[in-house]
């Protein structure tokens, strides 16, 4: 009984320290190696807490910011309507990497984005920027030009449901 004292002891302290921790769920979606982009998208990673909305995409190759010459873009279906009502372009800038989320009319918002890596970019958005927000978002990644179609989509065909 004693030897179990000590370690209960420190689980006990250990536990009032560090105080509730917010549950979230990363998830992580794999792409195929399908287009000549070097945006070509290998990963989707995303996470949906109380505060925040983390979006993240992640290439086959490496890439500088200066050799961004495609966009990346997370249509999101929020209302749970079927239809894409909010999108958000991860795009560079002079200043670096920008995510700006916008509606069918409008940006809404913009944040510069991370780069955990040198094959990713991600953003880290308020949760509020986009209204009532339900778990269940049919979202897609979209790797495109300013004025051309799509070069890359993940998933190929549908949609990503679950932030």
């Not at 999108?87 to 918002?109: D, E, P």
């Not at 949760?127 to 004025?147: D, E, K, L, P, Y």
Request: proline share 4%.
């Amino acid at each position: 009984m004693r030897r179990l004292l000590m370690p209960l002891a420190i689980v006990l302290a250990v536990g009032s320290i560090t105080g509730p921790v917010e549950a979230t769920t990363v998830r992580v979606r794999l792409d195929a190696n399908d287009s000549r982009s070097n945006l070509d998208i290998h990963k989707v990673i995303t996470n949906l807490s109380n505060t925040t909305m983390y979006l993240r995409l992640k290439s086959w190759d490496r890439f500088k910011r200066s050799e961004m010459r495609d966009n990346w873009a997370f249509l999101l279906d929020t209302v749970g309507d079927g239809s894409f009502d909010r999108a958000v372009i991860i795009a560079r800038v002079r200043r670096g990497i920008l995510c700006s989320v916008w509606n069918s009319h409008r940006m809404l918002a913009r944040r510069l984005a991370t780069r955990p890596d040198g094959r990713s970019a991600a953003c880290h958005l308020p949760r509020a920027w986009f209204g009532h927000v339900q778990r269940a978002v049919r979202f897609r990644a979209v790797v495109g030009t300013r004025t051309g179609p799509a070069l890359d989509k993940a998933p190929e065909r549908h949609e990503y449901r679950g932030i």
